[in-house]
T-cell receptor
C-alpha cells in the first residue's frame, strides 16, 4: 500500500516556464515532507522540505506548498531550466526521517 | 570528502548465492539507511541504523540482514539471493544537526541483478 503517490510519471515543460510536480499522501500522521531530485546513475539529492506546521516553503526557484486537508503537496519550479531535468521524488515521514516513505517519482524534462 | 560510497557499483548473482553490499560515510553521521528502488515503486526502506550498535527494520526487510560495523560503515547482506531482489540499492546517511529535519545523503547506488 503506497502511502505517498505521484500520479504523473512524467512532465515536460518549456525552459523559462513553471514546472508543477504533484504528490498525494494517505497517512495523516506524516509530519515532514521532502522533495529529492535524482539524475541518472546518481543517488537522490535533497531539494527542499516542509513541516506540517507550514503551508509553504521557498528556496530560490523552488517552492513547496502543503495542503494538509487535501493531503496534497506540490513543488513549483520557476523559472524552469534544462538542468532541472531529472526525476523528482516526494517523500514523507512521521517522526523525523527514520522511516521515510517515497513516491514513485516524476520525470521532469525541461526543453530549451 | 567523499560523502557516501557504495561498493560494488554493479553485481550479477545467481539464485541462491549470497553477497554483501558495502556502504561507508565520512560525514560523521549517526544514522544510516538501506533502500531499494524498483520501477514504479520509488525508494523503499529496507533497514536503518539510528546510531552505532542499533538496527531496525524498515518497510521491506525480508530476505536481508544488516550490520552496523562502526559509525562509518553499514553493510547489507543477501543470504540467498532471489530474482525478486533484482533492484538498485541505495545507502544513505543523516546526521543529528538539531534541525527539524535531518537531510539524508545518498550514495550512487548498486545495481544488482539476480538470475
Amino acid at each position: 500500500d503506497q502511502q505517498v503517490k505521484q500520479n504523473s510519471p512524467s512532465l515536460s515543460v518549456q525552459e523559462g516556464r513553471i514546472s508543477i510536480l504533484n504528490c498525494d499522501y494517505t497517512n495523516s500522521m506524516f509530519d515532514y515532507f521532502l522533495w529529492y531530485k535524482k539524475y541518472p546513475a546518481e543517488g537522490p539529492t535533497f531539494l527542499i522540505s516542509i513541516s506540517s506546521i507550514k503551508d509553504k516553503n521557498e528556496d530560490g526557484r523552488f517552492t513547496v506548498f502543503l495542503n494538509k486537508s487535501a493531503k496534497h503537496l506540490s513543488l513549483h519550479i520557476v523559472p524552469s531550466q534544462p538542468g532541472d531535468s531529472a526525476v523528482y521524488f516526494c517523500a514523507a515521514s512521521e517522526d523525523n526521517n527514520n522511516d521515510m516513505r517515497f513516491g514513485a517519482g516524476t520525470r521532469l524534462t525541461v526543453k530549451p | 570528502n567523499a560523502g557516501v560510497t557504495q561498493t560494488p557499483k554493479f553485481q550479477v548473482l545467481k539464485t541462491g548465492q549470497s553477497m554483501t553490499l558495502q556502504c561507508a560515510q565520512d560525514m560523521n553521521h549517526n544514522s544510516m539507511y538501506w533502500y531499494r528502488q524498483d520501477p514504479g515503486m520509488g525508494l523503499r526502506l529496507i533497514y536503518y541504523s539510528a546510531s552505532e550498535g542499533t538496527t531496525d527494520k524498515g518497510e521491506v526487510p525480508n530476505g536481508y540482514n544488516v550490520s552496523r560495523l562502526n559509525k562509518r560503515e553499514f553493510s547489507l547482506r543477501l543470504e540467498s539471493a532471489a530474482p525478486s531482489q533484482t533492484s538498485v540499492y541505495f545507502c544513505a546517511s543523516s546526521g543529528m544537526t538539531g534541525g527539524p529535519i535531518d537531510t539524508q545523503y545518498f550514495g550512487p547506488g548498486t545495481r544488482l541483478t539476480v538470475l
